[in-house]
């Protein structure tokens, strides 16, 4: 059921020496310019279809540990007939509990709804689109009732694509009857469209430029199949974010073969540039995926690492020279954590060095992580910020990654904490809540960034709206950065509780100082 393309470009092998550079290049980093927000890196779970994976190789997907990818998204495919559903749970459920957001895409409707009368070729006859809806609700509260609540659901998979599996043909005319009349009954999730094989935005345009049916869409998600990454201005403007959400580079190579490997730095440093907030690649486990058969993280599973594991949901791309040489492509990124986290990719086969420069909230040492034809994610050293800078020698054929350490400040001791109850919503399964804060020293509580911590959440409980995770504790940053003497500040909490049961956690406070 693999689609068979041909991709329309390749990129150039990236490889390593460490030889010096002669001139350094700057990379002017600036926290105060901000573009998109980033959900996540992830891939698709092919159960069903091959064999699903298996906990461990969740572990290893989704993980933030030693040999772990780190990724943040999974998508799963929406059977045409709810008696194959349960397929999907068993890794839907073990990818949330690690906090993964979770989405969901059809590749067909069931046949009676379409003009074909079968699971390919044809659309959707418009009479049948509330019973398509409810098909579609009915996959996301099943996954909800056992634990996997789902973030987004996509209208189709591919609908400019119509191959002789799987699949359904859509217009733009079509998506907008069926978003306008529909959208509404999906409140509590993020509906996706179109989801085109190539992100065609002659197909999406029409979505967004009518007014009802870009009121209903939240996410506009798209493949890169014979395309590259490009920036889509019509879909910021009307506040939706771009999620690239299928490809893989190269299906005839093993994942380890380097030269094969590395244009997926590329891509995915294209992504970003262009603004997309989510990167989600293929099968996870392929033999040119990021897990290869035998379980173990492959060349590309690490250069996505680069990424996943230190750009976390809810980090914001800021300012950063991107091309300081014509072979090396920088992007940059801060989290509510206090982390600026700079991604480097030399494409070339000469050492490079580079300047890292901060014009504002320069943190005070770099940790640089490196994958290579030689290395995997392995630790390169600190790099102490002087004067506000840190030099660094990008190796050839190299993805290097720079997160600052920031300092971390217990400042439980100095509030008053009072937690609020818990509301049900009944139709997301949620648990929302209130924590507030009361400074009730005599000075004022200051850092570049004040975090609720949640430790020793209840196991099976997940902090839906969390900002990130350190060492599996989630956080959440406070609305402020300064906590004057007898203020007072409140954070909204929301769970997710499959169990019903009591939700336990000890709140803490912490000044976060780059």
Request: charged share 15%.
């Amino acid at each position: 059921m693999l689609k068979q393309r041909l991709l329309r470009w390749s990129l150039p092998l990236l490889a390593m020496s460490a030889l010096p550079a002669a001139v350094a290049q700057t990379v002017a980093i600036d926290p105060a310019t901000t573009y998109q927000v980033i959900r996540g890196f992830g891939g698709h779970n092919g159960a069903g279809w091959i064999a699903d994976l298996t906990p461990a190789q969740v572990d290893t997907a989704f993980g933030t540990g030693q040999g772990q990818i780190g990724l943040t998204i999974m998508r799963m495919r929406i059977d045409a007939s709810s008696t194959a559903w349960a397929t999907q749970l068993p890794t839907a459920k073990l990818a949330k509990a690690k906090g993964a957001t979770l989405f969901a895409t059809p590749w067909t409707p069931p046949p009676y709804m379409k003009t074909s009368n079968a699971i390919a070729h044809g659309s959707l006859i418009p009479s049948y689109y509330p019973d398509y809806a409810t098909h579609l609700l009915g996959f996301a509260d099943y996954m909800r009732t056992n634990g996997a609540q789902l973030y987004g659901i996509s209208v189709q998979n591919e609908p400019d694509w119509d191959p002789d599996y799987e699949g359904c043909t859509w217009t733009s005319a079509q998506f907008i009857d069926f978003i306008k009349s529909q959208g509404p009954r999906f409140a509590g999730l993020k509906l996706m469209a179109p989801e085109s094989l190539g992100m065609r935005k002659v197909l999406s345009d029409p979505i967004l430029n009518d007014a009802g049916a870009a009121a209903q869409l939240s996410i506009v998600a798209g493949h890169l199949y014979g395309t590259t990454s490009s920036d889509y201005p019509l879909a910021r403007a009307k506040g939706k974010e771009v999620w690239m959400t299928e490809h893989y580079t190269d299906s005839t190579s093993d994942a380890n073969d380097w030269a094969k490997a590395m244009p997926v730095a590329i891509e995915v440093h294209r992504s970003m540039a262009a603004n997309y907030s989510a990167y989600v690649w293929w099968y996870i486990r392929r033999f040119y995926g990021l897990i290869t058969e035998d379980g173990n993280v492959s060349k590309r599973g690490w250069i996505m690492s680069q990424y996943a594991k230190f750009v976390r949901p809810g980090y914001v791309r800021i300012g950063a020279t991107q091309n300081p040489y014509p072979d090396v492509y920088v992007t940059a990124y801060k989290g509510g954590d206090g982390k600026v986290v700079v991604v480097a990719v030399n494409n070339g086969t000469a050492q490079r060095r580079v300047d890292l420069t901060f014009g504002s909230g320069a943190p005070r040492t770099l940790q640089r992580y490196v994958t290579s034809a030689a290395t995997n994610e392995s630790y390169a050293g600190d790099y102490p910020v002087i004067a506000g800078g840190a030099s660094a020698d990008l190796e050839p054929s190299s993805i290097s990654t720079f997160v600052s350490q920031p300092a971390v400040a217990d400042l439980t001791g100095s509030v008053k904490i009072v937690q609020g109850g818990l509301t049900a919503n009944r139709f997301t399964g949620q648990f929302s809540g209130a924590v507030s804060f009361t400074n009730t020293t005599g000075a004022t509580l200051t850092a570049s960034t004040l975090r609720l911590v949640l430790e020793g959440l209840t196991p099976g409980v997940t902090l839906d709206n969390k900002q990130g995770d350190v060492n599996g504790v989630p956080y959440i940053a406070l609305p402020v950065n300064q906590l004057a003497p007898g203020a007072t500040v409140t954070v909204t909490t929301t769970f997710g509780n499959p169990s019903k049961g009591a939700i336990a956690y000890t709140p803490k406070l912490q000044g976060i100082t780059f």
